[in-house]
Nanobody, 125 residues
Framework: QVQLVESGGRLVQAGGSVRLSCAASGHTFGTYVMGWFRQAPGKEREFVALIRRIGDSTEYAQPMKGRFTISRDNTKNTVTLQIDNLKPEDTAVYYC??????????????????WGQGTQVTVSS
């Protein structure tokens, strides 16, 4: 069992920044990929970014490129998501996820086995 706990979500003014953290605990051996997803009000959950253990290779959803930065500390089993120049449309619950493999031929969500409870980011106009 792997437990994921997100933190750092807050109310922030448009144009500001927020840094989200995810702490993984439990049987994390074999967890080679970690990622972030988000779900905005009235919308489906969408992929944001992921990072692999080997070489810390990263991938971003096209709309997230530029303002979003994912990073990982493999020793501490933590992953962070930095969001700069926040926009009102970034308002969402952000979820951390972890998995042991990654298959790019399927939707990103199907690659992740463990999920956190989410942390709320609200961007005011």
């Amino acid at each position: 069992q792997v437990q994921l706990v997100e933190s750092g979500g807050r109310l922030v003014q448009a144009g500001g920044s927020v840094r989200l953290s995810c702490a993984a605990s439990g049987h994390t051996f074999g967890t080679y990929v970690m990622g972030w997803f988000r779900q905005a009000p009235g919308k489906e959950r969408e992929f944001v970014a992921l990072i692999r253990r080997i070489g810390d290779s990263t991938e971003y959803a096209q709309p997230m490129k530029g303002r979003f930065t994912i990073s990982r500390d493999n020793t501490k089993n933590t992953v962070t998501l930095q969001i700069d120049n926040l926009k009102p449309e970034d308002t969402a619950v952000y979820y951390c996820a972890a998995g042991g493999t990654y298959d790019s031929t399927v939707t990103p969500e199907k690659n992740f086995l463990y999920w956190g409870q989410g942390t709320q980011v609200t961007v005011s106009s």
